[in-house]
């Protein structure tokens, strides 16, 4: 990876069963002409010897804020970094550099840097679902720090869940994105992607409307996963949200208007993404004044809405990548895959909105990706930043692929 020759890692390591696969980490940074320098916990020694990393690191370990040579460790470290790298990261440190606390010499380059900084959780399912733990990975990535991870898989215990440390390849991999476009990943640089958001609404009367309970949180965390990653983003949505800087925001508030305002916007668009939760069905006659109660009960009769993703995919120029939603309440599988099939779309994230801690309002979402030609990708909880991130990472991994295929031929 040329964006990783000569460049400074700090590479922290934390107290944590998965800090043996740091090792592996170091070792490949080295490979690829990094500078590494290992910046461990206390807490880190219980797990791997400091030895191990003094000889294969580019300077020996450093763990004390107070030394001889160097009276401000922290900040030498922090200012002279091109990337700071945590892995793995627990709870403890994940919570301190979110609350701003310098408790070791780690914690303390983490605040002094204004360095990339990449973050790799591994912990228990259970802390990794802890709402603290959930709240301060938000707020890291709100900073714009680098989440990698975790991944679902076996843990320390002999249990199985989400938590498991990214292999380090992945994590390699994202320290050299980390670095492109000054920190930012650079991998959707020269993209169009368009995003819808919110819930549609559906007039019954000027002041009623049939609506659902959308935020449009994980529209937007693919709008601003996107846009960092060099895309030109527009955004076509229901609900009021601080502008996404650098974007173009398109405010429609029916199925009708998010048809028309996405089909033109998806025309030129390399990526589209149907995140929206558009109503599947309106009143076929508004009325035009306040209904009254004193009038009694009307009714109300109901006719389909425009089949948005269905229209998007059978219009689908050459080349675009096309992603579906679908916000289930039972056989999420299956209903996924059914929806897949007809809509003409690459991909359909799928996810239970009935599961706690994740669908509509929350800051979390469990999703899974299925793709059109067959592969499955469950996406264990996250922020909803992180799972924009992984369907990103999806959506690019196979464009690159596709274009490379189309060079050789």
Not at 203 to 215: A, F, H, L, Q
Not at 267 to 293: C, N, Q, S, T, Y
Not at 394 to 400: E, G, H, I, K, L
Request: glycine content about 10%.
């Amino acid at each position: 990876m040329n964006s990783l020759a000569g460049k400074r890692i700090v590479l922290g390591v934390s107290g944590g069963i998965a800090a043996y696969k740091a090792v592996e980490i170091c070792r490949r940074l080295v490979d690829a002409g990094a500078h590494v320098i290992p910046v461990l916990t206390k807490g880190a020694t219980r797990f791997i010897g400091r030895t191990t990393f003094d000889a294969l690191a580019s300077e020996p370990v450093q763990m004390s804020l107070f030394d001889e040579d160097d009276p401000i460790p922290h900040t030498t470290l922090g200012q002279t970094a091109d990337c700071v790298l945590v892995a793995p990261a627990t709870a403890r440190v994940i919570g301190a550099y979110a609350a701003g606390i310098s408790s070791d010499l780690l914690t303390a380059t983490l605040i002094a840097t204004r360095a990339p900084v990449v973050i790799c959780p591994a912990m228990h399912t259970e802390m990794w679902e802890h709402p603290a733990v959930i709240d301060n990975i938000a707020t890291l990535v709100e900073r714009g720090v680098h989440i990698v991870g975790p991944e679902s898989g076996r843990l320390a215990g002999g249990d199985e869940g989400a938590g498991r440390l990214s292999s380090p390849a992945d994590i390699v991999a994202a320290v050299g994105r980390a670095l492109d476009a000054g920190g930012q990943l650079a991998d959707m640089a020269g993209l169009s992607v368009v995003v819808t958001a919110g819930g549609t609404r559906e007039p019954i009367d000027p002041v009623r409307y049939i609506g659902n309970r959308s935020s449009g949180k994980q529209g937007y965390a693919f709008a601003e996963e996107a846009a960092s990653r060099g895309a030109k983003v527009t955004i076509v949505t229901t609900v009021e949200r601080p502008d996404l800087a650098g974007a173009t925001v398109v405010k429609v508030d029916t199925a009708q208007e998010m048809a028309a305002a996405t089909a033109k916007a998806a025309k030129e668009a390399d990526v589209v993404i149907m995140a929206a939760a558009v109503a599947d069905f309106r009143p076929v006659d508004p009325a035009g004044v306040k209904l009254k109660k004193r009038d009694g009960v009307p009714a109300i009769e109901l006719e389909p809405t425009p089949d948005i993703l269905a229209s998007l995919g059978a219009s689908k120029p050459e080349g675009q990548t096309l992603v579906g939603f679908a916000a289930e309440t039972c056989d999420v599988a299956g209903n996924a895959a059914a929806k897949l099939s007809g809509k003409g779309a690459d991909y359909i994230v799928a996810n239970d909105v009935t599961a706690e801690n994740a669908g509509f309002a929350y800051d979390t979402n469990e999703v899974l990706v299925l793709a059109s030609d067959g592969r499955t990708h469950p996406v264990g909880l996250r922020s909803k930043r992180q799972v924009a991130q992984a369907v990103l990472d999806m959506v690019v991994a196979d464009r690159t692929s596709r274009a490379d295929t189309q060079e050789n031929k």
